[in-house]
């Protein structure tokens, strides 16, 4: 890991950014021009030998034994899903406040997603809603509850804990699906070592992102992994001869694994970088609105900083005006987009369709000054 102190790139005064991975290449661009170097020398372009270095130092970080690296998060979550012979007749249950990759994923590999309410204040799904749900699923008798997949939204965490006693009650696996946690922990242990699989996604945005598409899964059972080695290369045995599964390309290529290997060594240092801003915002707005919960023991890799205001869209607008960027994620829950409202269920989702009108994400990256803080939390603070 490096010890390079950080350049210091971004002024008090200087445009806001929401992402600045400009600010970030400043400091790591000459590793990153010598990795893509390195690749266009051995022109191994797929399956060149940065994804084994990749995929181990993947392994250290996390302390998973086994890291596959994958074409996109996406991929990642198929590949899982399809991994476990999770298919038709199956209930995968997922929080109704994700990304819309969670339920695409279910869906394209076949199974039915039953969609569960979240917690108010971390965003991440609710164990006793979780229960219920697999209780209604069991009474129906259409489908057979398979698997949960608790997403660490914005960066924080699932209660792994309180889902993991559900999910062993009903015989569940449990799939975290860590797009957005990355760098994330709880207690001693690293995101990708939560529970039984993991997946994350290297888009870009991330924070820690390739230079295009890229993801991983996560393991400590090497079966799983050699399956998951088999499906990302068309069901192929080991001799990459004979299709012995269904399976599709979801490899990860080697320059975004030269990328992500130099942005990893740096990786320790943003998520402090990410921590200390988080506190900053907290400190400057805990008078004033709701912020992101904390979570005794769970560390967040603050993908993202989210607050709730109830008149969201008036102070975004009066943000925008101001020339602070800031982000809706989600305008929607899950099971009111038309794709998905097949599988919405009576009664909906209180808390997720609440916070669909509430929640409004504010710049977060490493190469934020506290100047610049200030002026995000002054504009604000005048707007509410
Ligand atoms: C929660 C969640 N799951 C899955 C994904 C999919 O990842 P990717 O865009 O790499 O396919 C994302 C990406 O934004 C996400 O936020």
Known sequence: MTTEPLRPVTADDAPIAFIDLKAQQLRIRDRIEARLMAVLDHGQYINGPEIAELEAALCEFTGATECVGVASGTDSLIIAIMGEGIGAGDAVFIPGFTYNATANA??????????????????????????????????????????????????????????????????????????????????NARVGALCEITSTSFFPGKALGAYGEA???????????????????????????????????????????????EKLAIFPEELELRAKHAAYYDARLGEYLNLPAREEG???????????????????????AAK????????????????FTPYAREGGLPICEALAGEVLALPMHPYLTEGQIDRVCDELIKAL
Request: aromatic share 10%; net charge neutral.
């Open 324 to 339: 602070i960027p800031t982000a809706i994620y989600y305008r929607q829950a899950l099971h009111q987009m038309a794709a």
């Open 106 to 187: 279910v869906l394209l590999a076949g199974a039915t997603p039953v969609f569960v309410d979240v917690k108010p204040g971390t965003f991440n799904m609710n164990a006793a809603d979780l229960a219920m749900k697999i209780e209604a699923v069991r009474e129906e008798g259409k489908l057979v509850p398979r698997m949960v997949i608790p997403v660490d939204l914005f960066g924080l965490p699932a209660d792994y804990t309180a889902i993991g006693k559900v999910a062993d009650a009903y015989g569940l696996t449990v799939f975290g699906d860590a797009a957005q946690s990355f760098g994330g922990a709880m207690g």
């Open 215 to 261: 993801g991983a899964l996560f393991t400590t059972d090497h079966d799983k992994a050699e399956i998951w080695r088999s499906i990302r290369w068309h069901g192929t045995d080991a001799a990459r001869a004979e299709s012995v599964r269904v399976g599709f390309n979801g490899r990860l290529d080697s320059m975004q694994a030269g990328v992500l290997l």
């Open 298 to 320: 769970f560390q967040s890799s603050w993908g993202y900083y989210t607050i709730t205001v109830p008149s969201r869209d008036k102070v975004r607008d009066a943000l925008g």
